[in-house]
């Protein structure tokens, strides 16, 4: 008799290229997504060592971590970025990678335009040197974030030697109410299990609530897992997957199609596959949440407060304590009584055109707070022109709203789309770490709808209320 | 890679938890090319005022950490951003080891790849160097790779585990690269079944 899988079980062995005695095992990788930041030391390794990349076909790159989001053709006035930019292009050029460059109408963040190009498929190995890879797991693929000397591991070999994961279910029971969305799910999860919840593991979501959501928020989902620790999220393909994928310009055409979905559909979880560790949250019992400290997992509803400091144990009080301090906050005060200076939606986590859709729907007819500067950042070209062919940059635009280009911009303030010293922003993105958004910032995670809102009335607001025009 | 083996040196303790790489290598210095020369920025935000001048409350500018080589953290070390600058900076700001009772696997894998350990103790053992860095001047630990523990002069002795492979390469330098190359038969069947895509090879 067959023993049960899960899905990671199933792509894991389909990949498994050797299993050497008494080392890690080494896993094929189908997708290598590279961006500036991580590969140039990368690519000088495979020079120092006469290597070439050995599959440049499955090599995919883009600029995305500190390119301006000011209008394209505006110079790169910070010179080292500029001096990044032009590594990768000269290594794409020297190695033969494909490369969606500052200029290209496909140019975008490499977790928003893999699957919106087709090339992130059900049952793939991904990596990418950037965490955030865990996004392409939405689809049904493993996918997860390396550092740059596993980068150059994959361009020289293909290949890398991985220690198992174990594995993690997350069954979110019942729907999510109006207003709550994956994003909110994402929190709520890191608020329960912590940052560290999930590591060593590959979580696999599951549950109705999960089935419910979209591709878009399936990536929100799964982008969010390393912040919970986990080496890599991933949702089972299902009706959703294959129509997404079907028709984007890398997905398998043709008979090839017809083979790959077949094969698609054999990935889910067998039933009575046994995971390592299995978590169930009441996916109804979940509202919309906004961070307060200083990493994901420090978390409340919004209609709750900043937590006591007092009654905390000793470990958890001084990072409490720590949190609230960089934060600029009191213990006690009502979420929805702080005040924001800035506003930001893009990111990985919430820049694809649902995202926006959601985030027009909430400012049309609105104005901005006029104490509050708010800019939308597109996640790629194709859903910046997506969205400017349905008129949301108008609704924006009228909204108060700034309507920038493409890119990873202020979720992590590598380019010039920064936080100034002490200024409180909300944000859609995935990290509020002490400093991430600018020195001396104060980042509340929020969904977009959340964000949009807050521009808007000027603090957090419970989107369940709201009166959309 | 530069074998890690036996390493004795003193010790400084950082006493936060979820320390983050974006805290050990914010990430204005992440755009340049180089893989050395980081050291200077590690933990910059904290070492320095946003005036650019030293902070010397930080830990690692008490005139008894100078030198150490050995830093001691809490919980969920490293985690966050995948940037490998994060142990390259460590590294290069002298820097051979960190002790946590957990790290994030990113930063776990990436410490193997330069010769750097994260070594794992319970949580009261971790509780334990931290007081005892905390509490003296010079304060040295002895990590010991091949015996697979960390020790002290005042009795302190714990075990930490390693995985196999991974201890073999530390303790020999070696290039994983070259070893997975080893199974170039493999690769190229595994290849042969499972070429790259049509799509993906049409330009």
Redesign the interface.
């Known amino acids: 008799m067959s023993q049960k899988k899960t899905l990671f079980e199933k792509i894991w062995k389909n990949h498994l290229?050797?299993q050497?005695a008494?080392?890690?095992p080494?896993l094929?990788i189908?997708l290598h997504l590279v961006h500036e930041?991580?590969s140039?030391?990368a690519f000088?390794g495979l020079r120092d060592?006469g290597?070439k990349v050995r599959?440049p076909?499955?090599t995919v790159a883009t600029v995305d971590?500190?390119i301006p989001t000011e209008p394209r053709g505006t110079p790169i006035t910070?010179l080292?970025?500029a001096?990044?930019i032009a590594?990768l292009q000269s290594n794409c050029k020297e190695f033969g990678i494909?490369l969606f460059d500052m200029d290209s109408p496909d140019q975008g963040i490499v977790h928003v335009i893999g699957p919106e190009l087709?090339?992130t498929q059900p049952g793939m190995t991904i990596v990418c040197?950037?965490?955030h890879t865990s996004t392409h797991g939405a689809f049904g693929a493993l996918a997860f974030?390396?550092?740059?000397?596993?980068v150059?591991?994959v361009l020289?070999?293909?290949?890398?030697?991985q220690?198992t994961?174990k594995t993690m279910k997350i069954d979110v029971r019942g729907r999510l109410a109006d207003g709550v969305t994956a994003k909110d799910l994402a929190l709520g999860i890191i608020g329960q299990i912590g940052?560290?919840g999930a590591?060593?593991h590959v979580i696999e979501y599951a549950g109705p609530a999960v089935r419910a959501l979209s591709m878009e928020g399936r990536m929100t989902l799964c982008n969010m897992s390393?912040e919970a620790?986990a080496?890599a999220g991933m949702v089972a393909p299902d009706e959703t997957t294959i129509a997404y994928v079907k028709g984007k310009?890398?997905?398998?055409?043709d008979l090839?199609w017809d083979k790959a979905v077949a094969n698609w559909r054999s990935l889910p979880s067998d039933d009575g596959a046994t995971f390592d560790k299995v978590v169930e949250i009441d996916g109804a019992q979940l509202c919309p949440f906004v961070t307060w400290g200083t990493?994901p997992g420090m978390v409340a509803p919004v209609t709750g407060r900043v937590p006591e400091v007092k009654g905390l144990q000793e470990?958890d009080r001084r990072?409490t304590e720590?949190a609230l301090q960089y934060m600029g906050l009191e213990p006690g005060k009502k979420i929805e009584d702080i005040g924001i200076d800035r506003v930001f939606i893009g990111s990985c986590t919430n820049s694809r055109i649902e995202d926006l859709r959601a985030a027009a729907r909430v400012a049309k007819g609105h104005h901005v707070s006029s104490k509050v500067r708010a800019m939308v950042v597109p996640g790629s070209q194709t859903v910046k022109r997506a969205a400017e062919q349905e008129g949301l940059h108008r609704i924006f635009q009228d909204a108060g709203f700034e309507w920038r280009e493409s890119g990873c911009s202020m979720c992590?303030?590598?380019n010039p789309d920064i936080l100034q010293?002490g200024e409180r922003c909300a944000s859609t993105s995935n990290?509020n770490?002490?400093?991430?958004q600018g020195?001396?910032g104060r980042t509340h995670l929020v969904s977009p709808m959340m964000a949009a809102a807050a521009a808007i009335a000027g603090h957090f607001t419970d989107i369940r209320n709201w009166k959309f025009q | 890679m530069k074998p890690f083996t036996v390493h004795r040196g003193r010790v400084a303790p950082l006493d936060r938890v979820n320390v983050d790489t974006d805290q050990i290598i914010p990430k204005q210095f992440l755009k340049r090319i180089e893989r050395t020369g980081f050291g200077q920025f590690v933990f910059y935000d904290w070492r320095f005022g946003a005036d650019g001048k030293k902070n010397p409350d930080f830990v690692l500018h008490e005139p008894r950490y100078q030198g150490a080589s050995i830093l001691v953290a809490g919980k969920n070390f490293g985690c966050g951003s995948s940037r490998e600058h994060a142990v390259w900076a460590l590294a290069d700001f002298g820097f051979r080891a960190v002790i946590s009772s957990s790290f994030a696997d990113i930063f776990a894998n990436n410490s193997t790849k330069n010769g750097f350990l994260a070594v794992r103790l319970h949580e009261g053992e971790v509780a334990q160097l931290m007081r005892r860095a905390q509490e003296s001047d010079d304060y040295r630990l002895t990590i010991d790779l091949e015996q697979c523990e960390v020790r002290d002069e005042q009795g302190f002795r714990a075990k930490f585990s390693v995985d196999e492979f991974i201890r073999h390469c530390l303790l020999n330098g070696l290039d994983d690269i070259g070893l997975t190359l080893q199974h170039e038969a493999e690769i190229a069947a595994y290849e042969t079944l499972h070429p790259a895509p049509a799509t993906l090879k049409a330009s």
Do not use: W
């Open positions: 290229v050797a050497p008494g080392r890690s080494i094929y189908d930041v991580t140039p030391q000088d060592a290597r599959q076909a499955r971590h500190n910070d080292i970025a001096k990044q590594a494909r087709g090339l040197g950037d965490s974030g390396i550092g740059t000397s596993e150059e591991h020289a070999t293909q290949c890398l030697a220690q994961p940052t560290d590591t060593g390393i620790g080496r310009r890398f997905a398998p055409k090839e990493n470990g990072a720590l992590l303030g590598m010293p990290r770490f002490e400093g991430r020195r001396g």
